[in-house]
Nanobody, 125 residues
Framework: QVRLVESGGGLVQPGGSLRLSCAAS????????MGWFRQAPDKEREFVAA????????HYSDSVKGRFTISRADAGNTLILQMDALEPEDTAVYYC??????????????????WGQGTQVTVSS
């Protein structure tokens, strides 16, 4: 079992920045991939970014590439999502997820076994 707890969401103006954190605990040795997804009202959950835990390789959706940065914190099992140049279209509940090594695409929710409770990000003036 892996427990994931997100923090750092909130309200920000367009063009602003937010930093999301995801603290992982439990059987974290099972984690191979950690990712961020988001879900806006009346829309499906969509991939944002992911990182392969063993070597730090990162992946991004086209909509956030160049604006968002996924990383691991220097100490502990903490995942970070630095979000810059935020746009109203980024408004959604953001979820942290972790999964084992798999042949399933990391952009699919099916690649992930554990999910956090989500944190709201609202971009509005």
């Amino acid at each position: 079992q892996v427990r994931l707890v997100e923090s750092g969401g909130g309200l920000v103006q367009p063009g602003g920045s937010l930093r999301l954190s995801c603290a992982a605990s439990g059987r974290t040795f099972r984690m191979h991939t950690m990712g961020w997804f988001r879900q806006a009202p009346d829309k499906e959950r969509e991939f944002v970014a992911a990182i392969w835990w063993p070597d730090g390789t990162t992946h991004y959706s086209d909509s956030v590439k160049g604006r968002f940065t996924i990383s691991r914190a220097d100490a502990g099992n903490t995942l970070i999502l630095q979000m810059d140049a935020l746009e109203p279209e980024d408004t959604a509940v953001y979820y942290c997820a972790s999964g084992p090594m798999s042949t399933t695409s990391i952009k699919s929710t099916r690649a992930y076994s554990y999910w956090g409770q989500g944190t709201q990000v609202t971009v509005s003036s």
